[in-house]
């Protein structure tokens, strides 16, 4: 990873580096469904707000004021926050679609990075309860085990990060706008041993994966439905706006301008899998296997990772065509940004247009969500190669209302200006 861009793999797959956090304040709809708030670290709104320090949106330049160690881990990032106890306490954790898990640190916590906020201790709420062992939301986390009949767990990420403790039902309480509060028993991961990646802003992480122990699954029946929709504003818009995402009955995409594709069943659930075809540059399309053929569900949505992950031999294929179309040499010269495709510029570049195309879906990117700036008067190409499986990251999905639908298995796009959402 060059140490100035660092586009991370993730969490799950889930990752790192974030400039946002999903801050659930959200509002009740009549038909059932729930709609939070996606909110920047730096608005107002936020809990790590601070009015003397300037937002630069760069990448590696959040809070010029700030140690570097806090800045990098929210780039790219969005965290969201729920209130769990009785008393309730407030919680921030990661928004991940590439996992299931919600988790938070716990107290004792001997094995714990560095919190700034106090740890959520269990001893203090009154509905806090461990699980058994033989219980069944023990089995559905698959890693979970004994230890004197209490359920305990270890779950790991792809970036080596990894969360160990106690799995437990306590109560999830999320505020609306108007101030009307919703409360439920979800289970959840108290963190007595967490390591790597992780920031001191981050409390946890709350998957909103597939899988049965998601946050999406075990409040689908509160709100109606096993769906939710997200619109993400792209990087570097006012920290005064929120994002938003919705959950259950009324979260549905619809109208003019939405194009879908199947969500592709898998053993592994967790994972949003989608069919990518191919890839046009401008007019040049290159396809996603030089052979012409493509397996089902080969990339996976993940609002945990950044850039845009693809195989190698594609992203190679692909990065030729956007520099070919760009009448600008390529950075050569800075060890920092490693093998990146990088430019030179003030601003963003004006082209060129990349479609993705999904199994009967075409989704246009522009510049803001290919080209991103890791430090002042440089951008560089936000896709990245790898050896292992593809990932869909959330610098693509920016300015997009997009819907996971577990009850159709399709996903949705809409092209949307977030900031007015």
């Not at 509060?181 to 963190?191: F, H, K, R, W």
């Amino acid at each position: 990873m060059a140490s100035s861009v660092m586009f991370h793999p993730c969490f799950l797959v889930a990752s790192i580096l974030s400039n946002y956090f999903i801050g659930l304040l959200a509002t009740a709809a009549s038909n059932g469904g729930f709609t939070v708030e996606l909110i920047r670290l730096d608005s107002p709104k936020s809990p790590f707000y601070n009015a003397n320090k300037t937002f630069t949106g760069r990448l590696n330049k959040y809070y010029p004021n700030a140690l570097q160690s806090r800045v990098i881990a929210y780039k790219g990032q969005h965290l969201m926050k729920v209130s769990i106890g009785t008393p309730p306490v407030d919680i921030y954790g990661i928004a991940d679609t590439g996992s299931d898990l919600v988790w938070t640190q716990c107290v004792p916590c001997d094995g714990c990075y560095n919190q700034i906020s106090p740890m959520f201790d269990p001893l203090k709420s009154s509905t806090y309860s461990d699980f058994y062992c033989e219980s069944e939301q023990c089995r559905l986390i698959n890693t979970g085990t004994c230890s004197q009949n209490t359920c305990t767990y270890t779950y790991a990420y792809a970036d080596s990060s990894i969360t160990k403790g106690v799995l437990a039902q306590e109560k999830v309480t999320m505020t609306s706008n108007s101030g009307q509060t919703v409360s439920l028993d979800i289970a959840l991961g108290c963190g007595h041993n967490n390591s790597r990646i992780f920031n001191d802003h981050e409390m946890g992480v709350i998957g909103l994966g597939g899988g049965s122990v998601s946050f999406v699954s075990q409040i689908g029946s509160t709100f109606g439905s096993k769906r939710f929709s997200h619109c993400l504003l792209p990087f570097g818009s006012d920290p005064s706006i929120a994002s938003k995402i919705s959950f259950g009955n009324g979260s549905e995409v619809v109208g003019d301008g939405v194009v879908s594709t199947p969500l592709v069943s898998k053993e592994y659930k967790t994972p949003y899998f989608v069919t990518l075809e191919g890839i046009s540059v401008g007019d040049t399309y290159v396809p996603f296997n030089s052979l012409g053929m493509v397996s089902k569900g080969n990339m996976f949505l993940d609002s945990g990772t950044p850039p845009t992950i693809v195989p190698q031999d594609f992203y190679d294929r692909l990065a030729a065509e956007v520099q070919l179309q760009i009448a600008m040499n390529p950075i050569r010269d800075d060890p920092d940004l490693g093998t990146q495709l990088c430019y030179r510029t003030k601003s963003n570049l004006d082209g060129p247009i990349l479609t993705v195309h999904f199994e009967g879906a075409n989704v246009q990117l522009k510049p803001m969500h290919t080209f991103i700036s890791p430090k002042d008067g440089v951008y560089c190409f936000a896709m990245q190669g790898s050896n292992g499986g593809g990932i869909y990251g959330n610098f693509a999905q920016a300015n997009f209302l997009i819907g996971f639908d577990m009850e159709t298995m399709m996903l949705s796009f809409m092209p949307t200006d977030c900031t007015k959402q």
